[in-house]
């Protein structure tokens, strides 16, 4: 088995992540472009705000 | 009356949205068509825009998954793995395009392939978010 065409870090791999949910969000759960619009930009920053919440949570439990 | 009936299971409430045309023909195609190619459902109802944006987010998490060498579940051992197939089916056509063509046959030996893993079953999960969409938009319950 070769190494991975992709290797991204945690990081990008969550901002990966919440950019395509939050874009199907977006557009599932609003009715207008507007909307979509702005429910998909809090869902980015909602989901990648989480992350770094939890990730600075668990270093200081881990310490 | 001392509160308002307005949003509750009232039987003036209950009136589904009058939608002269909409019910016409199979209601239930663009909900197949979404599960079978992600934005399909969309395009069908002439949403170019809306589906155009589901396809590239599904598709490409889809892609991404198996770029980072994620595991497309082909059975199940466990209930993580009924449930891990159960989100890959939800892929529709690019799940079975996948495992014709021998794509993400993998052993998962990395955090990398962990993560596509988790892509390809979250892809699966949106395209089936998408497909109801379409679904609501078919029945007029949403526009």
């Known amino acids: 088995m070769g190494n991975p065409i992709l290797q991204p870090s945690h990081f990008a791999a969550v901002v990966l992540f919440a950019l395509f949910a939050s874009t199907v969000f977006g557009i599932t759960m609003r009715e207008t472009p507007r909307n979509m619009f702005r429910y998909g930009i809090y869902c980015f920053v909602l989901f990648v705000a989480a992350a770094i919440a939890l990730s600075w949570l668990m270093y200081f439990i881990a310490r | ?143």
């Open chain 2, 1 to 143: 009356m001392r509160y308002s009936q307005k949003g509750m299971a009232t039987e003036e409430n209950k009136k589904t949205p009058t939608n002269s045309g909409s019910q016409e023909g199979f209601v239930y195609l663009p909900l197949i068509a979404g599960w079978l190619v992600p934005g399909g459902g969309h395009f069908l109802l002439r949403k170019w825009g809306r589906g155009a944006l589901l396809a590239a987010s599904i598709l490409g998490m889809f892609v991404l998954g198996l770029a980072m060498q994620g595991k497309v579940y082909a059975g199940a051992h466990d209930i993580l793995d009924i449930l891990g197939l159960a989100g890959d089916l939800g892929n529709g056509l690019p799940y079975v395009i996948s495992r014709m063509l021998g794509l993400g046959d993998v052993q998962v030996q990395v955090t990398t392939a962990d993560y596509g893993t988790r892509f390809i079953v979250v892809a699966g999960l949106l395209n089936i978010i998408a497909a109801v969409d379409a679904h609501n938009l078919r029945t007029g319950r949403k526009s």
